[in-house]
């Protein structure tokens, strides 16, 4: 108390520009002051600052000295934008710098300083108003200590000076005025003036009412937090500005005439307010005891502290437009605290049946096992698959079509790595015939295999390496691609008339990772697309016959816990709305990036959906080709893999549009793909461990499976 040299009713700092005369002349002087202590905290801040993502400049002639003449105390600081840039950065993004400037421009009044103390200093530390007014006749006493955050040094001021000095240590930049002798109806109508949001926290019933009326006058929300069982006022007379006080709770007393009547004459009308039947059961049994043996209604720190994070919440529903209606809620803590219960420990790891898969055994059946073990996009298995005579039909199922698989293509795609694989296993029997690509009829396109006695021994010898083929999400290990490995797969590509485009080097691997992280991105961004992608994963406890079993995802722990927040969808509209979620490519970049290759299985354009069933059927071949090398193999389809023009790219994502066309064109031009070609699928290649899981099918009729 010796070092402060202010008076008792001085609340504002003064604030010194060193390059104004008379600031500086004022400078001079107080450095001058033995008794003033003077602290230089720029390069601290200005270390923050460089800390901070997509920080402003501190232009070092907006710095200022702040002088706080009761803690006889001198602080420089960088200036407004910088400070509130570091203050507020770790609010980012449950407010965005955006919504945080926005809320710089709303006045808020506080109306009583004992819980509005916390409210005020809540509103200020959040940063979510750009000026503060705060009213209160009251001094501080000991009594009050226990649940205003001041100390004894504040005992004797004026409760409205305590708040804005501390706000004034935290932020000296923001606005505070104070009424000091409270108000009344002389002054509420000046207090009212400008004000975005009304808090009211007093316990006299004529300012209240004098309060809402003059409110309703200037059409101002009220907000009220009364310290037990959280209860919370919303009065949007800015909305309804013929809204009758305390939501019409006093019934048809004529509010104004309850103004002035005895304390004693009021309680009943103030338990109407209240409604006595909701009370705590400590504060209704406290108010009976009033002045026998307690002093007055208690209150406690922390149902005050609450009190100003409910506050708080509101007031930045109200100042971001979000919807906050008129009404009341109780935010009880003692009945949330009655309802503690065990969490739910889902490891969804554990219990894992295992899926039954029975060997075929007739010469037919291992060719429609073959089929059943093509890969599919999602592992959709978009085929129906009919056995007639010795003719084997697989059609395309165009109820298993997702966004992705734009005009069936990647359907088709599945089905060609389906033909491949039934040809496989009839030349491992001796039962290989013709095939042919039929488009139209009651499917867009399906596949006859004709069931003959010939074969085919290079087809034969790949039969268990059709069985074994799979996909494999593992991380790679890095290390580079082997030797002639891409002419080997040119090779079998080329025997589907296919080629494959490659990118091998690591420069070329790292863009690509980007390319296809952002589609990945884009991906998880879009409503229907994040909805169809999660849809297709499966718990181990859950039927694995169709989709992804979660295991083969390979995740790390900690993309696992990234998985869960990736899956929400309220989370996805935020990253959407921040044109942010960089960070959902990840695990497709860390995969990416982990390779030896990407290679897109490319074919001439003008062969429509049948190119793509014999792009499919080049596929098969080439990931049984990288297999038997000692590849793992895992497709990356990029979702504007089977868009072919703008209209395509709009009905995967109409928000991305621009996107996904510069990022495929990127693409494109990285993998070499000439225009008159066509992709049927993106893989890349990696040297890793083997998968966890296989992944299990639908049986297919007459497949063995199905048994
Ligand atoms: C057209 C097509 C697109 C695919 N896209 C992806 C993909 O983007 N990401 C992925 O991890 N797997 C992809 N796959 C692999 C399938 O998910 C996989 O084949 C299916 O789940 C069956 O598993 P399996 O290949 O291990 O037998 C795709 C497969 C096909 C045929």
């Not at 002639?61 to 009761?70: G, H, L, Q």
């Not at 004034?168 to 400008?194: C, H, K, T, W």
């Not at 009065?235 to 009547?261: K, N, Q």
């Not at 590849?631 to 009905?651: C, G």
Request: with cysteine.
């Amino acid at each position: 108390m010796s070092r402060d040299l202010a008076p008792h009713d001085v609340f504002r700092p003064q604030v010194l520009n060193e390059n104004d005369p008379g600031d500086a002349a004022e400078l001079t002087r107080l450095r001058a002051d033995a008794r003033i202590e003077v602290v230089d905290l720029r390069a601290g801040l200005r270390a923050e600052l460089r800390r901070i993502h997509r920080a402003p400049d501190a232009d070092p002639a907006d710095d200022r000295w702040v002088y706080y003449p009761w803690r006889s105390a001198l602080l420089a600081v960088v200036g407004a934008q910088g400070f509130n840039a570091i203050r507020l950065d770790r609010n980012r993004n449950k407010l965005t710098v955006a919504e945080q400037r926005r809320l710089r421009g709303r006045t808020i009044g506080v109306i009583g300083q004992s819980s509005g103390h916390e409210i005020a200093y809540v509103a200020a530390l959040e940063g979510i108003c750009g000026r503060l007014r705060l009213a209160d006749a009251d001094i501080v006493e000991l009594s009050n200590l226990n649940r205003i955050p001041g100390g004894l040094f504040d005992i004797g001021l004026n409760k409205c000076v305590v708040t804005a000095r501390r706000i004034a240590e935290l932020d000296p930049y923001l606005p505070v005025e104070v009424f000091r002798a409270g108000v009344d109806d002389d002054s509420i109508d000046e207090f009212l003036q400008g004000l975005s949001v009304l808090v009211e926290a007093c316990d006299s019933l004529d300012v209240k009412i004098a309060a809402r009326e003059a409110a309703r006058r200037h059409r101002v929300p009220v907000l009220m937090e009364t310290n037990d069982r959280g209860l919370l006022d919303v009065e949007r007379f800015d909305l309804e500005p013929d809204r009758r006080p305390f939501h019409g709770l006093l019934g048809d007393v004529d509010v104004a005439a309850l103004r002035g009547l005895a304390t004693r004459d009021k309680a009943p009308h103030v338990m109407r307010i209240l409604d006595a039947t909701q009370l705590s059961p400590r504060f209704a049994a406290s108010l009976a005891e009033i002045d026998e043996s307690v002093t007055t209604w208690p209150q406690l720190a922390g149902e005050v502290a609450l009190g100003a994070a409910t506050i708080a919440t509101a007031l930045r529903r109200i100042g971001l437009d979000q919807p906050l209606p008129s009404g009341r809620v109780r935010v009880d803590l003692e009945r949330a605290l009655d309802e503690l219960a065990e969490p739910l420990v889902a490891d969804p790891l554990s219990g894992v049946p295992p899926v039954l898969a029975v060997e075929p055994s007739t010469s037919v059946e291992r060719i429609l096992h073959s089929i059943e073990r093509a890969p599919s996009g999602g592992n959709a298995q978009p085929w129906a698959v009919r056995v007639d005579g010795e003719v084997v039909h697989i059609s395309l199922d165009p109820d298993r079509s997702s966004a992705m698989d734009i005009g069936f293509r990647g359907s088709a795609v599945a089905l060609g790595a389906a033909m491949h694989n039934a040809r496989v296993a009839a030349a491992a029997v001796g039962l290989l015939g013709s095939s042919e690509i039929v488009l139209g009829g009651e499917s867009p396109v399906s596949v006859t295999l004709r069931l003959g006695s010939g074969t085919d021994p290079d087809l034969a010898a790949d039969y268990p390496h059709m069985l074994g083929r799979e996909t494999n999400r593992s991380l790679g290990t890095g290390a580079p691609l082997a030797p002639d490995v891409l002419d080997t797969l040119a090779r079998a590509a080329a025997a589907d008339g296919a080629r494959v485009y490659a990118v091998a080097d690591e420069t070329g691997i790292a863009e690509v990772a980007d390319l296809l992280a952002e589609a990945d991105r884009v991906r998880y961004l879009t409503d229907h697309l994040h909805t169809e992608m999660f849809g297709e994963l499966r718990q181990p406890d859950e039927d694995l016959r169709t989709g992804l079993d979660v295991r083969s995802l390979e995740l790390t722990a900690d993309e696992q816990a990234k998985m869960r927040i990736g899956a929400r969808a309220d989370v996805m509209a935020y990253l959407r709305d921040w044109s942010g979620g960089r960070a959902l490519g990840e695990y497709l970049r860390d995969r990416v990036l982990s390779s030896a290759a990407v290679i897109a299985i490319g074919f001439p354009a003008n062969e429509g959906l049948a190119g793509y069933v014999k792009g499919g059927s080049a596929v098969e071949r080439v990931w049984i080709a990288a297999q038997k090398l000692g590849l793992a193999v895992q497709p990356v389809s990029p979702v504007f893999l089977y868009a072919r023009n703008a209209d395509d790219l709009r009905d995967v994502s109409a928000a991305f549009t621009d996107t996904l066309a510069s990022v495929h064109k990127r693409f494109s031009a990285l993998m070499r793909i000439p225009g008159h070609e066509q992709v049927a699928l993106v893989l890349r290649l990696s040297y890793a461990p083997a998968p966890t899981v296989r992944s299990a099918r639908l049986p297919v009729l007459g497949s063995g499976n199905d048994r």
